[in-house]
């Protein structure tokens, strides 16, 4: 499996419906969309850019769902339905890959919702590449628990604001838990306060002004990291073993 994707433009999506039955079959027992959130990456930056809408599904949604995401009927009585917030959300997600966590049960709502569309709106593999972190967080740790929660807490990653499940919460902190699982840190911020700027942009730092501590690896460490390079050789090229 190449955990690595090649696509240059990826959005990071979760929704929330008015019924929580697990995969596709929540579709046919008549459940919609309630709420989409999405983020943008670029290049495996986090850009700013996302989309965000709560729907009024047109229906009651069931007191199961509620206890998970806690979007009431009442919350979302006075929002847009989704045929009227289709071509934004179609526009946003469109030749971008779509990183959703147990997609399968994400985009079968969003292909049930575009069905609905008149005139008939696209399938989401229609314009869009589609890649499941679930199915990577199963390859990179078979037999564990990998859910969201389980993986936030594995890779480090702050998921206290996670009172309820809520779709745009959701697809910002599956974005930093797949840029973790597929490459770790992906933004690097420095103060300006020791750094000297040069033409072109490019900072470097004195090191005269700089009392940097080198730790060096331990054997267990050096042991550790080369199974992790044996993995990602698997899924395509090393490029940290040239």
Known sequence: M???????????????????????????????????????VINRRLT????????????????????????????????????????EFIDFISGAEIVAHNANFDVSFMDHEFSLLQPLG???????????SLDIAKFLHPGQKNNLDALCKRYG???????????????????DVYLAMTGGQTKFNLSNDEVGQEAGGIQRFDPASLNLKVISASADELVMHEKRLDLVAKSGKCLWRG
């Open 2 to 40: 190449n955990i690595i994707s090649n696509a240059s433009r990826q959005v990071i999506l979760d929704t929330e419906t008015t019924g929580m039955n697990q995969g596709s079959g929540a579709v046919y027992l008549g459940h919609r969309i309630i709420e989409i959130g999405c983020v943008e």
């Open 48 to 87: 700013g850019r996302y989309f965000h809408q709560y729907i009024n599904p047109g229906q009651a949604i069931d007191p199961e769902a509620i206890a998970v995401h806690g979007i009431t009927d009442e919350r979302v009585a006075n929002e847009p339905r989704f045929h009227q917030i289709a071509q």
């Open 122 to 132: 696209p399938k989401t593999s229609e314009i869009c590449e589609i890649l499941d």
């Open 157 to 175: 990653i702050d998921n206290s604001r996670r009172l309820y499940h809520g779709a745009l919460l959701d697809a910002e902190i599956l974005a």
